[in-house]
């Protein structure tokens, strides 16, 4: 917020019309995908254009942001606001991922050794309780787990390695080198891009070559709600990042005032803790 003034007002916007167009956006996608899951064949076109309006909607809304920042009219107080905003956005997204951690953990802890105990093998003599398995009822097709080596791990280099790139862009900016900060910038994305290049390439090997599937008992499915959750949200972060290099390549941050790029930064390190957690529990355990 290059245009930051020292206000102690509060600055309220006009009434918007984005609130409801992206609610209608919303609306539409969501309906849309809830008739694609029910076969219907119109459902995949109303999927896309309820996500092309929102994203229509986004890119005013924010540029509308933009706007008003670049122009002054933000202080201290919004400046404070958006920081409590960021941070209740990635706690709603802590929440989000310990849910599906969650599910990780009944499966294999509780649910598991439970259907495998004495009281269950009149019912499942064969079944074994280790993770990776086919299910108590044998309806699930054969398949094979996936492990560190080496998708997964060079992954988690590439993670890492775009954590220490976007923290001395970080440094570069609150120093005034712009160029600097451009350019360890666009190496964070490119990494992003680069591991969400291997993760495509790790599914295609797990539906192809290990046949495991979404459907392919709690394993495949907790498996691929992990690791695609997470790919998602590594590619909303790595749009944020370039949303951020743009506007750094155009002059709008300050040394002191540039919460834009702080807090698309605070999403990607908390993305490379959440791939640290999946690495390891899903991976590795």
């Not at 599937?213 to 590619?235: A, C, D, E, Q, R």
Request: proline share 4%; charged share 10%; aromatic share 18%.
């Amino acid at each position: 917020m290059s245009g930051q003034n020292e206000s102690p007002y509060y600055f309220v916007p006009h009434p918007s019309r984005h609130p409801i167009s992206a609610a209608v956006g919303l609306l539409v996608m969501l309906g849309s995908l809830a008739q694609w899951i029910n076969g219907e064949s119109w459902a995949p076109l109303g999927v896309l254009a309820g996500l092309l309006w929102l994203l229509f909607t986004l890119w005013h809304w924010f540029g509308d942001a933009i706007a008003e920042s670049e122009g002054g009219m933000y202080g201290k107080n919004v400046d404070k606001s958006y920081r409590w905003s960021m941070s209740w956005f990635i706690f709603s997204e802590v929440m989000f991922f310990g849910a599906f951690f969650g599910a990780l953990f009944y499966a294999r802890s509780i649910s598991m050794p439970w259907l495998a105990d004495l009281d269950h093998k009149v019912l499942w003599p064969d079944f074994s309780a280790f993770w990776g398995n086919a299910g108590p009822a044998g309806t699930i097709e054969a398949f094979k787990t996936m492990g560190p080596f080496p998708i997964p791990t060079i992954n988690t280099a590439l993670l890492l390695t775009s954590g220490v790139t976007l923290t001395i862009s970080h440094h570069a900016l609150r120093e005034g080198h712009r160029a600097k900060t451009a350019f360890w910038l666009f190496a964070t994305i490119v990494l992003g891009a680069v591991f969400m290049g291997f993760q495509a390439f790790e599914y295609f090997h797990a539906y192809h070559e290990l046949n495991l599937k979404l459907t392919s008992g709690i394993y495949g499915s907790t498996f691929f709600m992990l690791t695609g959750f997470h790919g998602f949200h590594v590619t909303m972060g790595a749009i944020m990042l370039s949303v951020v290099l743009r506007r750094v390549m155009k002059g709008h941050f300050t040394p002191e005032h540039h919460f834009a790029f702080e807090g698309a930064a605070w999403y990607w390190h908390f993305v490379d803790v959440v791939w640290l957690g999946l690495y390891v529990v899903v991976y590795w355990l």
